[in-house]
């Protein structure tokens, strides 16, 4: 066994659960401790997790991100590209990189962000700072349409997309509203291959994007 110690607080995990993550790691048979989000930046800055650990922080819990197939990638690059083409000055795209919220720290595959790359040096973007986060979903699918919107509705990011591979389409969630039962979002919307969506940032219509650019 291996223990985490950071400051006053000790998490016990199993040996492989970091170095293989598709060993099947012991269940916990007692309480296990939730990590806050500084607690979490900690063990970056100690090199207990690095970049090549494949995690991310949802709802103070380190989870492995969901492995991804060949299409995943290629999604990700045809969103960037689609979005790069209408975003308005004063915000820009970025793909996989961490965000900053409450209890979580997720790495949205692709997100539009206030600002430029130079106002994030000694912080990632909160969700003050984000008007559109995106979900590439194969294998995440059922992660992405619960724990992940529940983490962005929470937060009150205001559009959540997810690209949904294997229903070839797009799934549009707006107006987020915090629960006590459980966060999400009032709205949702489903777009085919053959719709067009509209990309709003501040309440203003940026531009429209087809569907079809989006999914391999």
Known sequence: MQKLKVNNFVSVSTQNSVTNPRQTPDVPMEAVWRFSVEQYHQMIRLDILTEDDPVELLEGWI???????PPHPAAT????????????????VDTQEPITLEDSEPEPDVAIIQGNTLDYLDRHPSSQNLALVVEIADSSLERDRTIKKRVYARAGIPVYWIVNLVEKQLEVYTEPINLPEEPTYKQRKDYSLSDEVTLAIAGLEVGRINVQDLLP
């Open 77 to 92: 690059k045809l969103t960037l590209i689609a979005l790069e083409k209408i975003v308005p000055q004063g915000w820009y």
């Open 63 to 69: 989870i492995y991100k969901m492995p991804k197939n």
